[in-house]
């Protein structure tokens, strides 16, 4: 094949039977394909890069070249950048990074637009696999992404925060870890329980309950965790809309730019505002940074640099984002230190 050509990668096989891959795996085999095809690079060299055995490599290639995934340009569904994707990856260390379209309309707008979670649930379908524990942290994102659900190996499935609002509890993260139970056919560890209480007592006293100190239980197990992020302002971070006007000031004088499963965070990714923890029903941070695998959902411009404080914070492994996000993370964002993949890589061995 000529090196000036181009290559296709698609979730559709020539003259096949449809070939199911999920995000991730397509954007990995674009970004594989075009290292070797295009640019000349060894095997060796791309398992270096991507972090995984040049055995995972070849059977990337291997297996896109038998399926005629790989064709004379690089194609993936259309809702999928996958250039965006792999720059992301790259400048931030993630493990995936997966960018979908914004919204045509109003992209400066609206925050975590609703194919995030389409998306993103295709990418859980393709990183869980029987055996683990899967988390949900509470948040629009992924209760949009837990009804998208349509495959799940058997797993359990834990909650990781108390509820927004106990009244809503059907319709929010509770749902969303009945419904991915599910569809997994998995145990279900809700917490009946909101995600801020009025002091650190009633909080204490809380986590002590039996239903919820059975799902804490759980926290150290969780093997995939999905959460969401929030900016520190109002309708787009849940804990900005649950405390009061004074409690907003004091935190915002503490620099707080985002917002994690009820974790705050600088522009620089320091957690600031740790008081507030200690009201809260949530997963702690250090029990989240021995996850081995976090994918954040969150998405829109409003968002971005509440999504650039918490990658550089070390918590997230992936991403999964739009592309008002993505450009803003590439062009207007520094990375900082990034601690999270020093997690265990089951591929790269």
Same mark, same amino acid.
Request: net charge negative; with cysteine.
């Given at each position: 094949?000529?090196?000036?050509?181009?290559?296709?990668?698609?979730?559709?096989?020539?003259?096949? *039977?449809?070939?199911?891959?999920?995000?991730?795996?397509?954007?990995?085999?674009?970004?594989?394909?075009?290292?070797?095809?295009?640019?000349? =690079?060894? =095997?060796?060299?791309?398992?270096?890069?991507?972090?995984?055995?040049?055995?995972? @490599?070849?059977?990337?290639?291997?297996?896109?070249?038998?399926?005629?995934?790989?064709?004379?340009?690089?194609?993936?569904?259309?809702?999928?950048?996958?250039?965006?994707?792999?720059?992301?990856?790259?400048?931030?260390?993630?493990?995936?990074?997966?960018?979908?379209?914004?919204?045509?309309?109003?992209?400066?707008?609206?925050?975590?637009?609703?194919?995030?979670?389409?998306?993103?649930?295709?990418?859980?379908?393709?990183?869980?696999?029987?055996?683990?524990?899967?988390?949900?942290?509470?948040?629009?994102?992924?209760?949009?992404?837990?009804?998208?659900?349509?495959?799940?190996? *058997?797993?359990?499935? @834990?909650?990781?925060?108390?509820?927004?609002?106990?009244?809503?509890?059907?319709?929010?993260?509770?749902?969303?870890?009945?419904?991915?139970?599910?569809?997994?056919?998995?145990?279900?560890? *809700?917490?009946?329980?909101?995600?801020?209480?009025?002091?650190? +007592?009633?909080?204490?006293?809380?986590?002590?309950?039996?239903?919820? +100190?059975?799902?804490?239980?759980?926290?150290? =197990?969780?093997?995939?965790?999905?959460?969401?992020?929030?900016?520190?302002?109002?309708?787009?971070?849940?804990?900005?809309?649950? #405390?009061?006007?004074? !409690?907003?000031?004091?935190?915002?004088?503490?620099?707080?730019?985002?917002?994690?499963?009820?974790?705050?965070?600088?522009? !620089?990714?320091?957690?600031?505002?740790?008081?507030?923890?200690?009201?809260? #029903?949530?997963?702690? +941070?250090?029990?989240?940074?021995?996850?081995? !695998?976090?994918?954040?959902?969150?998405?829109?411009?409003?968002?971005? !640099?509440?999504?650039?404080?918490?990658?550089?914070?070390?918590? @997230?492994?992936?991403?999964?984002?739009?592309?008002?996000?993505?450009?803003?993370?590439?062009?207007?964002?520094?990375?900082?230190?990034? *601690?999270?993949?020093?997690?265990?890589?089951?591929?790269?061995?």
């Amino acid at each position: 094949m000529n090196r000036s050509e181009e290559i296709a990668v698609s979730g559709m096989s020539a003259g096949r *039977p449809a070939l199911r891959m999920g995000p991730a795996e397509l954007v990995q085999a674009a970004a594989m394909a075009r290292r070797f095809y295009l640019e000349g =690079k060894s =095997k060796i060299q791309i398992a270096e890069e991507f972090g995984v055995s040049r055995f995972k @490599v070849a059977r990337v290639l291997e297996t896109a070249l038998e399926r005629d995934l790989v064709r004379i340009e690089i194609r993936v569904p259309a809702e999928l950048d996958a250039e965006r994707s792999d720059a992301l990856r790259a400048r931030y260390g993630l493990r995936h990074a997966v960018v979908v379209e914004s919204p045509a309309e109003g992209a400066d707008e609206s925050p975590d637009p609703e194919n995030l979670g389409e998306v993103a649930a295709d990418l859980l379908g393709e990183l869980v696999v029987e055996g683990d524990v899967l988390g949900l942290a509470w948040g629009r994102s992924t209760i949009h992404m837990a009804a998208a659900l349509d495959r799940l190996p *058997p797993c359990t499935v @834990v909650q990781l925060t108390g509820v927004y609002d106990a009244g809503t509890a059907e319709r929010g993260s509770v749902e969303a870890v009945r419904r991915a139970a599910q569809v997994s056919g998995g145990e279900a560890h *809700p917490i009946y329980a909101p995600m801020l209480l009025p002091d650190p +007592a009633t909080a204490a006293a809380l986590r002590n309950q039996t239903g919820i +100190a059975r799902a804490f239980e759980y926290f150290d =197990k969780v093997t995939v965790a999905a959460v969401s992020i929030g900016s520190w302002e109002a309708g787009i971070s849940t804990v900005h809309d649950m #405390i009061t006007e004074e !409690e907003r000031t004091h935190y915002a004088s503490l620099g707080v730019a985002a917002e994690m499963s009820a974790h705050l965070f600088d522009a !620089e990714g320091r957690r600031v505002g740790r008081d507030l923890g200690e009201r809260c #029903i949530t997963v702690e +941070a250090d029990r989240l940074r021995r996850i081995p !695998e976090v994918v954040a959902i969150a998405g829109g411009l409003r968002k971005a !640099e509440a999504i650039g404080a918490v990658l550089r914070s070390g918590l @997230v492994t992936s991403l999964v984002t739009d592309t008002a996000a993505a450009d803003f993370l590439l062009t207007e964002f520094t990375p900082g230190p990034r *601690p999270a993949l020093e997690r265990c890589d089951p591929d790269a061995v």
